[in-house]
């Protein structure tokens, strides 16, 4: 038996609980997995607290992302023992997911966890760190470098853009952080900003073209706040569009595109091929600090991570949340 959050579907209803489940009823796969860490993302909040239909198939283990010790495998690339890593693949969507003590997964799903990183600093990094990395590098194959000029990152306090910054500082860049919550100034300027201005300034409808204010951006908002970054990239910019904290609308026009030759680069981590993965955690790996980690996690429980969640949605939790299903 192991412990996991269960989510079942009552009527419209989405009820979250802790169970004990058999492994007998994991899902199939040829790699099982002894779950050390797992995290709470913005995706898995939706899940818990029913806010939207991220999950496809019930009852449902919730989790996108998980780092563990192999226990069982019959795939060639892992053996028992193996330290590995899982971020996406719709696990904890489509399939039960991280936050339990175990996970089966078709081992193609996995990576190894990469060298100087413990399973800890792997989830403290977790899809965020990820995602915050396949952005960064998103902007320097476009051409973005840190000589090109100041980068915007949106939603400062969060996972994604904590981990932006941070990484973009660490390479020399320009950093201007948006955030709702200014009074935590001080803790993004630890992180590396250079910049700290407030989120309101982006959140409305605004003119199509803007006064030109940074060259490249990295957006885990959407909405009007990702269609006013565009109407304010230089010319040749690059926005790199991650997420939808303000909403999944993009309410736009080509103005910026056609006539500044913006480029707007999405960015999907689910999905991934594994050679992007691998590059993303080859360079997390050599640049995140364990500073940076302690200065941007905190951990909960399996049984703390239900409440946890609502808090995640309200925007009450800085940084990112990992939590230890075996506490
Ligand atoms: P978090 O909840 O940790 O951070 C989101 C941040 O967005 C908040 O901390 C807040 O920052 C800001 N925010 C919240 N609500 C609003 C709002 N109404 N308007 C403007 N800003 C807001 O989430 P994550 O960092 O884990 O994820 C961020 C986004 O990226 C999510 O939408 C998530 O779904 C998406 N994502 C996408 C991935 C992909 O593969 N493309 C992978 C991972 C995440 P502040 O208080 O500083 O303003």
Same mark, same amino acid.
């Given at each position: ?13 989405? $009820? ?10 994991? #899902?199939?796969?040829? =790699? ?17 607290? *029913?806010?939207? #239909? ?24 892992? *053996? ?21 003590? $175990? ?25 965020? *760190? ?22 915007? =990152? ?41 910049? =700290? ?53 993009? #309410?736009?026009? =080509?103005? #910026?595109?056609?006539?500044? *030759? ?66």
């Amino acid at each position: 038996m192991f412990k996991a959050i269960l989510l079942e579907q009552e009527g419209t209803q989405t $009820k979250a609980r802790i169970a004990q489940l058999d492994e007998a009823q994991l #899902p199939e796969g040829d =790699v099982t997995v002894a779950v050390e860490y797992s995290t709470l993302n913005y995706k898995d909040g939706l899940a818990i607290t *029913g806010k939207s #239909p991220v999950v496809r198939t019930w009852p449902m283990v919730p989790g996108i992302d998980f780092s563990g010790t192999v226990e069982v495998s019959t795939n060639s690339r892992f *053996g028992v023992g193996d330290k590995v890593v899982l971020n996406g693949w719709g696990v904890g969507e489509n399939r039960w997911g991280g936050l339990a003590q $175990k996970a089966r997964v078709p081992g193609e799903f996995l990576i190894p966890l990469p060298k100087g990183l413990s399973a800890r600093d792997a989830m403290a990094i977790g899809t965020a *760190g990820y995602t915050a990395m396949l952005s960064v590098q998103a902007l320097e194959r476009a051409g973005i470098l840190p000589n090109s000029g100041d980068i915007l =990152v949106t939603g400062a306090n969060g996972g994604v853009g904590s981990f932006a910054i941070a990484i973009l500082a660490k390479r020399g860049y320009h950093v201007i952080a948006s955030t709702g919550r200014l009074e935590e100034t001080t803790r993004l300027q630890g992180l590396g900003a250079a910049e =700290v201005i407030d989120r309101q300034s982006l959140a409305d409808k605004g003119k199509p073209l803007q006064k030109e204010r940074w060259v490249g951006a990295i957006d885990s908002v959407g909405s009007y706040t990702l269609a006013n970054i565009c109407a304010a990239t230089k010319y040749g910019g690059v926005v790199a569009a991650c997420g939808l904290a303000q909403g999944m609308d993009f #309410p736009a026009t =080509v103005a #910026p595109f056609i006539l500044r *030759g913006v480029t707007l680069a999405g960015i999907d981590s689910v999905n991934a091929p594994l050679a992007k993965r691998l590059a993303a955690w080859g360079s997390l790996a050599q640049e995140i600090d364990t500073k940076i980690i302690d200065a941007i996690v905190s951990q909960v429980s399996l049984e703390q991570a239900i409440p946890t969640a609502s808090l995640l949605l309200e925007g009450r939790i800085k940084g990112r949340v990992i939590v230890d299903p075996n506490l």
